[in-house]
Each structure stands twice: as structure tokens, then as C-alpha cells.
């Protein structure tokens, strides 16, 4: 785990993934780790979080960035596949500040299915 911002306390994602907080993992690579949300929104709820911090979405630049974006969204897509997600669908979500429903500033992808989805969301 790569932490860039020396100064900031350690998220709660941080955490997870020192394992200093438990979790139930259901992926893990040497960028990315996917875990169970506490709170599931839907009968299947996992988050993939990149191990280096980005805070926010908004905040992701240059190449470095792109290359753990990218990653994150393709094993987001494997983790969905590996959970029986593929053949009905299931719903990415990224949220950003404080009005988009960020709760850790930690950029990480919600992974939902399991049910019908609405749209509009939330």
C-alpha cells in the first residue's frame, strides 16, 4: 500500500486493507481489494477499492491515476462475473463529495445486484 498523503489520518479503507479492520474479502491484487459492504444496499453490495489512495474521482489525475481507474473498473467487471452478476447485470457506482454520498474519502466502486435496479437512483 502506497499512501501519498502522509499527513491525512488513515482511512477507514486503509485500514481494511492493512487488515488492521476486518472484512470479508472477496478479491484482492496488488493493486485493488474487494470486500463486502457492512451496510448492502442490494443482496449482493461490494466495494473494490484501489490500495493506492485517490481521494475522490475528482481528484484522479495523469497516468498513474488512469492506469489504477482502469484496473479498478476491469476487476470490478470480474468480481460482478465471479459473484454471478454477468447474466442478469448489476450497477457500478462512484461517488464524489459530499452531496454525491462520498462517505470515506477514498475513491471505491460500489458493485450492486442481485435485484431489479431502478433508475432514476437514489
Request: a neutral charge.
Amino acid at each position: 500500500m502506497v499512501r501519498l498523503y502522509q499527513e491525512i489520518p488513515m482511512t477507514l479503507f486503509e485500514k481494511i486493507i492493512a487488515r488492521q479492520i476486518p472484512a470479508d474479502i472477496v478479491y484482492e491484487d496488488n493493486l485493488v481489494l474487494a470486500f463486502r459492504d457492512i451496510n448492502p444496499q442490494a443482496p449482493i453490495h461490494v466495494l473494490i477499492v484501489p490500495k493506492r489512495v485517490i481521494p475522490r474521482i475528482g481528484e484522479a489525475t495523469g497516468p498513474a491515476d488512469q492506469s489504477v481507474l482502469g484496473h479498478l473498473l476491469v476487476q470490478a467487471a470480474e468480481v460482478a462475473r465471479r459473484l454471478g452478476l454477468a447474466e442478469n447485470g448489476y450497477r457500478l457506482v462512484i461517488n464524489n463529495g459530499p452531496d454525491g454520498g462520498e462517505t470515506v474519502p477514498h475513491l471505491h466502486c460500489h458493485i450492486l445486484g442481485g435485484r431489479l435496479l431502478c433508475w432514476p437512483p437514489g
